[in-house]
């Protein structure tokens, strides 16, 4: 059984001016050991499909109108709240963008890893060394314990001192590194990345991938990594999926689609990334044109589908 | 030689000790011995991670900070105490467009409001009369790709590349000499940075315009750039043509720099050895 498995997943949202469908019918499969690269521009719906997974939307205006998300086979958008609380920090861990909003500014780093590693012990206490029967006091001391042990296996420094501190001691990669901590303190088996390192420097960058490599290759985890930079994909993805306004045009691992992409979108994407290898005068924009003869694709791949 | 459109020599900043609500902030070195000379029609890049003193030399060379060693030249002039004329008088010749597009526009006003303000200081300086702004308004508009039906809408009606657009139109309204770019692109996504890169690059053809280009991202700089200088911890490292740089650095922060960028190329991963 496949660890994610996303079947013809279609969302829409409300507003004043009525329903717009943002997801139409995504497919996905992510198994364990995979990194998958999720990419596409603003407003392709890849941090939308990141949120389904743990079902992070608002119901009021989010409503699902087809399609499945199993993970581990259970189907998430008809589980429970309490069962997706459980999921969330337990077997799913999360990673956002900016690592300054995502942590509470007036609370010790450590107290927030505590709680996120206590929350995560209630289901699994043995990710703690636990059975479950021990005292508050106990069961704080081993989350305390733990945190530390893995901020330092994730080259913090001096862990035990850094708890004590607040966000605002911590530099951008620093605060990254400890989100990704939180995130992996219950020993999730799926990492949701949401553009983790584009707040960060590429040298810092460059830290959290190989951090984040380094935990698939020791835990066999499976990584769902949202990012609109190829480049990151390239590096650090098994597989790659592009998304264009809430479809996937083109999928597969990531020698493949990097090296030959089939879509005219993935090639155009390709195209406007300068590298340090580009020339004057040889990047190609989305332009007008480019962009009708993508969507001239694309609607005729759905008919062909349809038919 | 002709003078340097802007000269930088020795240039230092320190943050001076302040005594604040929470007790006393020690003094902070953010730039030290900065050299820096580019010449009219040249594209300049700034590399350099956070905190390595990009933002203090850019408010140095815009005369917002007064350098506490050294000194900034402006077409040979210095750039501050200045009197309020003489000021004015500057700006109209450097201008900046900043990283987030929409925080440097004005909800409130118009596309066209936005760039006519810069008219009102400037106009009597440049010549245009108050009746030629609107006129003034569409060329600019037109010479950044956006059309007339723009004229009279809000910010919020437009997308990232297109408030970007705007940005520099506003920045250009001046027939400023010097425009400098603090990450221009960094907000944007491929596919629209790519336009604004080629946009800018065209300008600058166009209108003989000097750039002052800061950037995190190496590949804009090696695309944009004829000449790159790498700062870290507010010091100079390396300094050249981008090619020399890029292709043969010699310090090995720039060297680590480099290999930081990923590469689209999945071959090039020292991650991926799993095949």
Same mark, same amino acid.
């Given at each position: 059984m496949a660890l994610l498995d996303i079947s013809d997943l279609h969302l829409s949202m409300r507003s004043f001016e009525g329903e717009t469908p943002i997801l139409k019918g995504i497919d996905l499969t992510v198994e364990r050991g995979q990194i998958w690269g999720v990419v596409g521009e603003t407003g392709s719906g890849k941090s939308l499909t990141g949120l389904t997974i743990s079902r992070l939307l608002p119901t009021t205006t989010a409503r699902y109108t087809g399609g499945q998300v199993r993970f581990d086979g259970k189907d998430v958008l008809r589980a429970s709240d309490r069962e997706m609380r459980a999921l969330r920090g337990g077997r799913i861990g999360m990673i956002f963008q900016d690592p300054t909003t995502n942590l509470?500014?007036?609370?010790?780093i450590g107290t927030q890893m505590v709680d996120a590693a206590l929350h995560a012990a209630r289901d699994k206490p043995e990710i703690l060394g636990l059975t479950g029967r021990e005292s508050r006091r106990a069961r704080r001391r081993a989350a305390w314990d733990a945190s530390v042990a893995l901020l330092e296996s994730f080259g913090l420094h001096d862990a035990a001192d850094r708890m004590t501190r607040f966000p605002h001691e911590f530099s951008g990669g620093m605060r990254q590194r400890v989100l990704i901590a939180m995130a992996m303190i219950g020993q999730p088996d799926l990492l949701i990345a949401d553009e983790p390192t584009t707040a960060l420097d590429v040298s810092v960058q460059s830290q959290i991938l190989r951090l984040i490599h380094r935990l698939v290759e020791e835990r066999n985890i499976g990584v769902m990594f949202i990012t609109h930079n190829l480049g990151v994909v390239a590096q650090l993805c098994s597989h790659v999926a592009v998304m264009y306004r809430g479809r996937i045009v083109e999928r597969g691992p990531v020698t493949s689609v990097l090296k030959a992409p089939e879509h005219i979108y993935t090639r155009a994407l390709m195209d406007a990334i300068p590298t340090a290898r580009a020339q004057m005068d040889t990047l190609r924009g989305i332009d007008g044109p480019l962009r009708d003869r993508i969507e001239a694709e694309i609607a005729a791949t759905a008919k062909e589908a349809a038919a | 030689m002709s003078t340097p459109l802007l000269k930088i020599e020795g240039l230092g900043h320190v943050y001076g000790a302040r005594r604040g609500l929470f007790g006393t902030s020690p003094a902070f070195r953010? =730039?030290?011995g900065i050299d820096i000379s580019i010449a009219r029609g040249e594209s300049f890049g700034l590399v350099g991670e956070s905190g390595s003193g990009k933002t203090t030399l850019t408010r140095n060379i815009l005369g917002l900070e007064r350098p506490s060693e050294g000194h900034v030249l402006f077409d040979g002039h210095p750039?501050?105490? =200045? !009197?309020r004329g003489g000021e004015r008088r500057l700006r109209r010749r450097m201008q900046i467009v900043f990283q987030d597009p929409q925080a440097s526009l004005d909800p409130r006003m118009t596309i066209h409001d936005t760039i006519a303000e810069a008219l009102v200081v400037h106009g009597p300086d440049l010549g245009i009369a108050r009746s030629g702004y609107t006129r003034r308004v569409l060329d600019l508009l037109e010479a950044v790709g956006? !059309?007339?039906?723009?004229?009279?809408?809000?910010?919020?009606?437009?997308?990232g590349g297109q408030r970007q657009r705007i940005n520099i139109a506003r920045a250009l309204a001046v027939e400023p000499e010097l425009l400098i770019l603090d990450e221009p692109t960094s907000a944007l996504d491929v596919s629209v940075q790519a336009d604004i890169l080629n946009l800018l690059q065209r300008l600058q053809k166009e209108l003989g315009l000097t750039y002052f280009f800061i950037s995190h991202d190496l590949g804009v700089i090696r695309y944009t750039c004829d000449r790159v200088a790498v700062i870290e911890r507010g010091r100079i490292v390396e300094q050249g043509p981008v090619a020399e740089i890029f292709d043969t650095p010699s310090q090995e922060y720039t060297r680590k720099l480099m290999d930081a960028i990923p590469d689209p190329d999945p071959d090039l991963s020292p991650l991926r050895r799993l095949g």
């Open positions: 509470n500014p007036s609370f010790r | 953010a =730039l030290t750039v501050i105490d =200045l !009197g956006l !059309g007339r039906e723009h004229l009279y809408r809000h910010p919020h009606e437009f997308s």
